[in-house]
Every structure is written in C-alpha cells, then in structure tokens.
C-alpha cells in the first residue's frame, strides 16, 4: 500500500512542467493513447506511461544534469529498455518553451511504436484521479 500511497501523492504533487505536460498528454486519449502518470513500475516511478506503445516520458529538472542522478537515469532506462519501454527524456525548459515540439516528438514515438495487447499492462491500481 505504501508504493500506491506514495504515487497518489506524488500524482497531487506534480511540477509545473509536469502538470503542462499532463494536461496535453490527457487530449491524446481521443486519439486512443491512454497515458498514466506516475505509475509504479519495477521500483521506479514513472513520469508519464502510455503501456499499450511501452513508452515512457521523463520530465527532468535540473537535478538530472548532475553525474551521479544522470548515471541514476542511464541504469532506470536500460532497466526500462529491458521490459521493451522507450524512454523519451524532456527538460523543465522545453516543456515550457518549446511544448508543440515535446509533443511533436511524443507523437512520433507513439506513431512508430507497435501497439500491445491490454493483458501486458499492469492494473491501474491507486490512480483514480485525472
């Protein structure tokens, strides 16, 4: 319960960048991409997680650029990469200067990646919340 607890609370918790990106993720759902954000995963907490294209957004802030969470990120992606998930890594400033292109880039990984079926997604345990 505590990992479902902690995701709930870092769902009310989001950055501005975070909370922008949301909101555009959310309008991709008419076009049958159902994103979480968020969500638990293999001892990660994933920013954002459309499960049916096994793609993954990272929103980082400043922090990432330093070494040692860089090299933090490197192992989580290669972790990801192993449970065939793409991992697609925006800073904070292009998120809020640049967002039609973030979202230029998302929709052309959702575009190119192959669809799974819903029995690979894990359940939407705890994220009840838009």
């Given at each position: 319960m505590a990992i479902i607890a902690r995701a709930r609370a870092m769902r009310k918790a989001l950055t501005p960048p975070e909370a922008r990106m949301w909101v555009q993720l959310k309008l991709l759902r008419a076009q049958g991409f159902h994103?979480?954000?968020q969500a638990p995963f293999r001892g990660y907490y994933l920013d954002f997680v459309c499960f049916n294209r096994r793609l993954v957004i990272e929103i980082d802030g400043v922090t990432?650029?330093?070494e040692a969470r860089a090299n933090?990120?490197?192992v989580r992606d290669a972790v990801?990469?192993?449970e065939g998930f793409t991992t697609?890594?925006?800073d904070n400033a292009a998120v809020r200067d640049d967002l039609d292109g973030v979202m230029a880039g998302v929709m052309s990984a959702l575009e190119a990646l192959?669809?799974?079926?819903l029995r690979d997604h894990p359940p939407h345990e705890g994220e009840g919340e838009s």
């Open positions: 994103f979480r954000r990432h650029a330093i933090r990120d490197r990801l990469a192993g697609l890594r925006f192959p669809t799974r079926s």
